[in-house]
């Protein structure tokens, strides 16, 4: 079955620091590649998609890298702030099928530390 | 602002009521998808609907059930709830249905309706 998992539950780091938040995924050959933000309490918010021709993307501070050889994606903060402290999602995005349905993986809790 | 609304945002249910949730999507979006957050864990695919339809459908029971209406906002519908059912439910709206037309555009989530169930 299809399976994504999200190395770390949590990651501190110092502000000024790149975080790298890593996903993995088998059983799987997705076309994109989704990360979202997830405060508490709130819902997801989309960051970045990645399709899987690409093998990098970026926006302002965030990058994302997409390798289907090794089934994985990394996604980087550079300059953290503490305001980038939240949980990240990384999410299958299909291509193809009735309905477009996203796989989560359980998430990566990242700390900020001023 | 994702413009996505969805009420109520936190409810109390006793083992074996039912519930409904709301959603209504950002304006011009025809697919809403509903997904279930246990805490700690990833959302989890419960079903898609695409112009009034359901289109897709992942690993959850019949007793949940969902409507679209022609406005496009939808509906959840959880009968016979269990403890387990306690969780976050997030809406969220897309365009163009799923396959191919769908593809590469943004998902927008809903800040989710809590439900605890007792």
């Known amino acids: 079955s299809q399976k994504i998992e999200q190395n770390s539950e949590a990651l501190n780091i110092q502000e000024g620091k790149t975080a790298t938040l890593t996903c993995n995924y088998t059983?799987?050959?997705?076309?994109?590649l989704q990360w979202y933000r997830q405060d508490p309490g709130r819902g997801p918010v989309f960051l970045l998609l990645i399709r899987e021709n690409e093998k990098e993307k970026r926006k302002e501070r965030l990058k994302v890298t997409f390798d289907t050889t090794l089934k994985q994606s990394l996604f980087h903060i550079t300059a953290s702030q503490p305001a980038d402290s939240a949980t990240y999602l990384c999410a299958l995005d299909p291509l193809g099928g009735s309905a477009r349905q996203l796989t989560f993986g359980s998430g990566t809790q990242l700390t900020v530390l001023p | 602002e994702t413009g996505v609304t969805q009420s109520p945002t936190h409810l109390i249910k006793t083992r074996g009521q039912q519930v409904t949730l709301r959603c209504s999507s950002q304006?011009?979006?025809?697919?809403v998808s509903w997904y279930q957050q246990a805490l700690g864990q990833g959302p989890q695919f419960i079903f898609q609907?695409?112009?009034?339809?359901?289109?897709g459908r992942g690993n959850f029971p019949p007793r949940f059930s969902g409507l679209q209406f022609p406005n496009y906002s939808s509906e959840l519908n959880v009968n016979a709830l269990e403890l387990d059912d306690s969780a976050l439910y997030l809406c969220?709206?897309?365009?163009?249905?799923?396959?191919?037309?769908?593809?590469?555009?943004?998902?927008?989530f809903g800040e989710g309706s809590w439900l605890t169930v007792v």
């Open positions: 609907y695409y112009r009034e339809e359901e289109n």
């Open positions: 304006s011009g979006h025809n697919t």
């Open positions: 969220a709206s897309s365009s163009g249905g799923g396959g191919t037309r769908n593809s590469g555009n943004t998902i927008y």
């Open positions: 059983n799987y050959s997705p076309a994109y």
